[in-house]
């Protein structure tokens, strides 16, 4: 009885692994890149990349990149994001912890966006910098 229950309990741990590696499988074309710093957006931002502001408008509102619009990770659609598939577009968030931005990114990845990147210091980041912030509802796509 004792060795079916670990046998089971082995059995088990190896389809939650399985299960757990699934999301780790390779995705097709190129991989999310990480924008590190501050100074690096400034110069992709200075190069045309499209920012995207991936938390609602409140928090749009309370402070962003300057240049960024606003497009709520919650609410997005592929409609939202532009035709060309290829267009360089750096999504982030509030910065620290906030996964928000990675996550947009992967879902703009998943629809088939081949030049995105993420922001993975946010705002936070960016005023830590000495950024200029700006502030406000708008713009939006």
């Not at 074309?29 to 990480?34: A, K, L, R, V």
């Not at 709520?72 to 267009?87: C, R, S, V």
Request: net charge positive.
């Amino acid at each position: 009885m004792k060795r079916m229950q670990k046998v089971t309990r082995i059995v088990g741990l190896c389809l939650v692994a399985t299960i757990g590696l699934t999301g780790c499988a390779a995705q097709d074309g190129p991989p999310i890149t990480e924008v590190k710093s501050a100074a690096a957006l400034q110069e992709q931002m200075a190069a045309g990349v499209m920012v995207i502001h991936a938390l609602d408008a409140e928090h749009y509102a309370k402070g962003h990149v300057p240049g960024a619009i606003n497009i709520d990770y919650e609410k997005m659609t592929p409609e939202m994001l532009p035709a060309e598939k290829n267009k360089p577009m750096v999504f982030y968030c509030a910065g620290g912890m906030c996964p928000v931005g990675r996550m947009a990114a992967n879902k703009a990845r998943s629809w088939g966006y081949t030049n995105v990147s993420v922001y993975e210091g946010g705002i936070k980041d960016w005023r830590a910098a000495g950024m200029n912030v700006e502030y406000g509802s708008e713009p939006r796509p």
